[in-house]
């Protein structure tokens, strides 16, 4: 009863459950490779949980067409290991925006174009970031846990921003699938299995969430959107870079202290909205 | 001539007589149609959303409801709930879309009469590009001329029921309910004449 009460319940144990299981699953296969898939599996998990659904194929409408691009995420981290080129993330990225922005093409208005632009640069930054960071070494102030805890920080400071931009659905996904990311990150950090580079492309349905938010909904705050991934991307960079050399001996608490760093500056921009006008995140 | 003439007039006059009698065209009077939905919020309440946007066109002859005719377009975006961050919401991607579905349509397919005032419509309603048909329980509450424009007006009530799972809004079920409870106060108005 409780479980149907709160919409949140169900889908966060489901997302947790996933993330470790599939977790557990790779290091008893000893497979890493297949761990790239795990962002994908834990927001296909959340989607259909949330949403309440497995939408048919073909899609109709933009939240339909998520599930697709989550899907097609999950597919191109496994394959990931032929496919790193950065014109290949650009492209996914491309590809996913455009089906979402197909019925506004049809009658483009002057916002829409420039919107594309950004949506398009800004996840293919992101996805090359993150794939960068998942194949740096965790001396580096990169690796697997480090590129999953982005992840969960793009996510966390996007839910917020989601419940004031319009959609309280993409609010409770984010929370969901923040879970199943935590268990899969917990997993790296303790068995460095390395998740690796392909990771990234299993970002592709969250970065579809965006897409819709900005595109369909159209109520969100789009520079605080694109200030999110910004102070994530760059508190990773100098976070990496300024931690101190003493630290270089101990690469878990290295990853440990990137990733709260790169947590604080994502709920930077939630703050600004709360105090911008306190009944925003009202339920 | 004048026998030819008679002829003629007697002709026209009996061919009047005839002629079915034609259904009268009604627009819906926006200022005087409320169309309002109900759907359980988490056990404890209903919440109520309004459509503020909408046009119509009813055709409609008390003696032969089965031909009837009724055509609905209501503009998803005029949605309110009295609140503006769930109106935000409900407009959005996961609910009524409408970015990508900007109307819904309500056309009547079937007639029936239960009684000289009350009936049933079955129609096609479509939202967010799914089509299922919808039962409205209808009372005729008056028919006549408006005493204040003298324009001929008919005025009805309806009831409805739908699952907004049959339409692919699956969004929180079943914390915020399935079922979707339809409220539609009608008037409609003649065109003034000629």
Not at chain 1, 22 to 38: S, T
Not at chain 1, 97 to 123: E, F, S, T, V
Not at chain 1, 228 to 242: E, F, G, I, K, N
Not at chain 1, 270 to 280: C, K, L, N, S
């Amino acid at each position: 009863m409780v479980l149907a009460d709160n919409p949140l319940i169900l889908p966060t144990l489901a997302c947790l459950l996933a993330g470790a299981v599939f977790a557990g699953l790779v290091r008893l296969a000893r497979a890493p490779r297949f761990g790239a898939a795990l962002p994908a599996l834990v927001f296909l998990v959340g989607y259909v949980l949330v949403y309440a659904k497995i939408p048919a194929f073909p899609p109709i409408g933009a939240t339909n067409k998520l599930f697709y691009i989550g899907l097609a995420g999950l597919l191109l981290a496994l394959a990931a290991g032929r496919v790193r080129h950065p014109a290949v993330l650009a492209a996914a990225v491309l590809g996913a925006l455009l089906w979402i922005a197909a019925p506004r093409l049809a009658a483009p208005d002057a916002g829409l174009y420039p919107a594309l632009l950004l949506l398009w640069l800004g996840g293919t930054v992101v996805l090359w970031r993150l794939q960068a960071v998942g194949a740096a070494s965790p001396a580096q102030g990169g690796g697997g846990a480090v590129a999953l805890a982005m992840v969960m920080a793009l996510l966390g400071g996007f839910a917020p921003l989601a419940l004031a931009g319009g959609s309280s659905t993409s609010l409770l996904l984010a929370l969901a699938c923040l879970s199943g990311l935590g268990a899969a990150t917990l997993a790296e950090l303790v068995f460095a299995q390395g998740f690796g580079a392909g990771a990234a492309l299993a970002a592709l349905g969250y970065l579809a969430i965006v897409d819709t938010l900005v595109l369909i909904t159209r109520a969100t705050d789009a520079l605080l959107l694109i200030a999110l991934p910004l102070l994530v991307l760059a508190t990773q960079a100098a976070a990496a870079r300024l931690l101190p050399a003493a630290a270089a001996p101990w690469p878990r608490a290295r990853a440990v202290l990137v990733s709260l760093a790169c947590a604080v500056a994502a709920f930077l921009p939630a703050v600004f909205v709360y105090f911008r006008d306190p009944d925003t995140f009202n339920p | 001539m004048r026998k030819l003439l008679g002829f003629l007039g007697t002709l026209l006059f009996l061919a009047g007589l005839a002629a079915p009698a034609r259904a009268a065209e009604y627009t819906i009077d926006p200022t005087h149609t409320h169309i309002l939905f109900m759907i359980d919020h988490l056990g404890f309440a209903k919440m109520i959303g309004l459509f503020t946007d909408f046009s119509g066109n009813i055709s409609f002859d008390p003696n032969n409801v089965t031909a009837s005719q009724l055509h609905v377009t209501i503009n998803t975006s005029s949605l309110d709930t009295q609140n503006a961050q769930r109106n935000k919401d409900l407009k959005g991607a996961d609910w009524f879309n409408v970015t990508e579905f900007p109307t819904m349509t309500f056309v009547g397919r079937s007639y029936a009469k239960k009684d000289d005032h009350s009936g049933t419509i079955t129609g096609d309603l479509t939202l967010l590009g799914v089509t299922r048909p919808v039962t409205l329980n209808v009372v005729l509450n008056k028919i006549g001329k408006n005493p204040l424009d003298k324009k001929e007006e008919v005025g009805f009530s309806a009831r409805g029921m739908l699952k907004r799972s049959d339409f692919g809004m699956k969004t929180f079920l079943p914390a915020i309910g399935d079922e979707v409870q339809l409220i539609l106060e009608v008037e409609a108005k003649q065109p003034s004449p000629m």
